[in-house]
């Protein structure tokens, strides 16, 4: 009896195994659905945004909150304004450590960065200038800026000697609101001009390499009020790069920060024109 009992319990162990083999080998629906909505996810690019002189990644907070709406994954470098070549190759390093394709936009001197980090990688979709420099190569931020007239930034800067014999440069506290950022709130404004970032002389005047744009698809977002890169030199650079182009009328050069909308919208245009 107890051997008969055994073997019944054996035998029902070994059922019990059996089916639960042939249930793991036959995916639920819900497992099934898992890689398709990991797929739809990764299809989306990752944003990385790229500060100009004067900023920090704070002025993107706005633009971000809008593509985080939108399900995108953002990520706002700290740029170290020290060079061109060096900054590019530190952004180069954050697009590496993203997982699938990005899309890189830069504001003001953060153009050029952009277009340093973005040579010869695949994973760079699109590029996206905010009041950007797009230089070709051996141009630099300042003989850009200089191409057309209207630029006053130089009248408002303050610069400060480092150890090494380079120079950082600030825009001075009680002019910084009517230079880069006229239509932000003055509180707003006052704050921005507090923790701005400085950049580096050799920074401004520092020739750019091979760039990083052609063949890249390129996005340029222009404001019409800007002091510090004219408009005209921006729409310049724009036409040659054959950028699909934004005007945003009567922005100053903060447009990142007044604009919060019209700059999350010509990113998701790029982002969105990328999609696999």
């Known amino acids: 009896m107890r051997t008969r009992t055994g073997l019944t319990q054996a035998a029902s162990v070994t059922a019990v195994l059996a089916a639960a083999a042939v249930f793991a080998a036959v995916p639920s629906s819900a497992a099934s659905r ?53 900054d590019g190759a530190y952004v180069k390093t954050v697009v590496d450590s993203v997982d699938g394709p990005v899309v890189l936009v830069g504001h ?98 520092e020739a750019s390499g091979v760039p990083g744009w052609r063949g890249v698809p390129v996005w340029s977002l222009i404001p019409t009020a800007d002091k510090n890169i004219p408009a005209a030199a921006q729409e310049w650079m724009a036409e040659r790069a054959r950028a699909h182009t934004v005007v945003v009328p009567e922005a100053s050069h903060a447009v990142l920060v007044s604009r919060p909308d019209e700059v999350a919208d010509i990113i998701l245009r790029a982002a969105e024109a990328v999609v696999d």
């Not at 990764?42 to 900023?55: C, E, Q, R, W, Y």
């Not at 277009?115 to 760079?124: F, G, Q, R």
């Open 108 to 205: 003001s001197y953060g153009g050029s960065v952009i277009s340093a980090a973005a040579v010869d990688d695949p994973k760079v979709k699109a590029l996206v200038y905010i009041a950007g420099f797009i230089p070709d190569q051996g141009e630099s931020a300042a003989a850009l800026s200089a191409k057309f007239p209207g630029s006053t930034l130089g009248d408002t800067l303050r610069e400060v000697a480092l150890p090494g014999g380079e120079t950082d440069l600030y825009v001075k506290q009680d002019l910084f609101r009517q230079q880069f950022a006229a239509d932000v709130p003055l509180p707003q404004a006052r704050l921005m001009a507090a923790g701005q970032r400085p950049i580096t002389a050799e920074a401004l005047n």
């Open 34 to 86: 898992e890689p398709a909505r990991k797929d739809k996810g990764t299809s989306k690019p990752t944003i990385v945004l790229v500060h100009g002189a004067f900023a920090d990644s704070s002025s993107w907070n706005g633009a971000i909150e809008r593509l985080q709406r939108r399900g995108y994954s953002v990520i706002a470098a700290a740029n170290p304004l020290r060079g061109v070549a060096s």
